[in-house]
């Protein structure tokens, strides 16, 4: 398999442009760099020009969005794997990036230019259809954070976030659900804006209890009862 073959098949790996006409997946992959930035290298920064889209690949480590407040604390927006895309926002509106963009791991991704992605989103409708799709889907889960955020205890918050991370991946496993990637304490807090101690509280309860199994030297979670974590969502409605 030639070079550009192998692009058009890794983008046709990719959720949002599987299945689109063999020509414009030409086309894209006449465009796209595949990378393999090493661990811990940003992306790009809160700020910097939307230049660019990216897509993750298979592999093995993934990517974190985050932004930090003004006392140096992150907020960790979201974690992408293999499948999703980043930078769409910025490239769409055309403003600078909301947030940093970290690479976790082994990560191999798709780099296609800002203008032809906009070419391809105004010129194939399954594309732009698709688009919108993800993008209704990612504004609803922010407001279901937000409703969380407002009314929810952090117990709830926390039951939902991991019932999330189970349906974005996880195996099964004869314990239960084992998430995909790992998630130490510290990751869990960032996620919830919510202190490293009170996840490490609910964490132990919740292991006590045989809701979850957590290997925290490790980071690796299995959602041992999955109904009654959903209980625990349930609980503030």
């Not at 030409?26 to 393999?36: E, F, G, P």
């Not at 509106?93 to 970290?102: E, K, L, N, V, Y």
């Not at 399954?126 to 919108?132: D, K, V």
């Not at 954070?145 to 019932?163: I, P, V, Y």
Request: proline content about 4%; hydrophobic content about 45%; aromatic content about 4%.
């Amino acid at each position: 398999m030639n070079a550009k073959a192998d692009v058009v098949t890794q983008l046709d790996s990719v959720r949002l442009f599987n299945g689109l006409p063999a020509a414009a997946l030409k086309r894209l992959a006449a465009s796209c760099q595949i990378l393999h930035p090493p661990d811990g290298t940003r992306l790009f920064a809160l700020g910097d020009p939307p230049d660019a889209v990216y897509a993750l690949l298979a592999c093995e480590g993934r990517v974190r969005v985050g932004a930090p407040d003004a006392r140096g604390k992150r907020l960790l927006i979201e974690v992408l794997q293999a499948g999703d895309i980043l930078g769409e926002i910025g490239v769409l509106t055309d403003q600078p990036r909301s947030a940093d963009a970290d690479i976790e791991g082994r990560v191999a991704l798709l780099r296609l230019a800002r203008s032809e992605f906009l070419a391809a989103v105004e010129s194939e409708p399954l594309l732009g259809a698709r688009l919108a799709r993800e993008l209704a889907s990612r504004l609803g889960w922010t407001l279901v954070m937000l409703q969380d955020a407002t009314f929810g205890s952090l117990e709830a918050r926390l039951a939902r976030q991991l019932l999330h991370l189970a349906g974005r991946g996880s195996r099964k496993t004869p314990d239960g659900l084992r998430l995909a990637g790992r998630y130490r304490q510290a990751d869990l807090a960032d996620l919830m804006g919510a202190t490293t101690r009170s996840i490490i509280t609910i964490l132990n309860q919740w292991r006590a209890d045989g809701r979850i199994l957590f290997d925290a030297e490790h980071g690796f979670i299995t959602l041992h009862d999955v109904e009654s974590l959903r209980a625990v969502t349930q609980a503030d409605e």
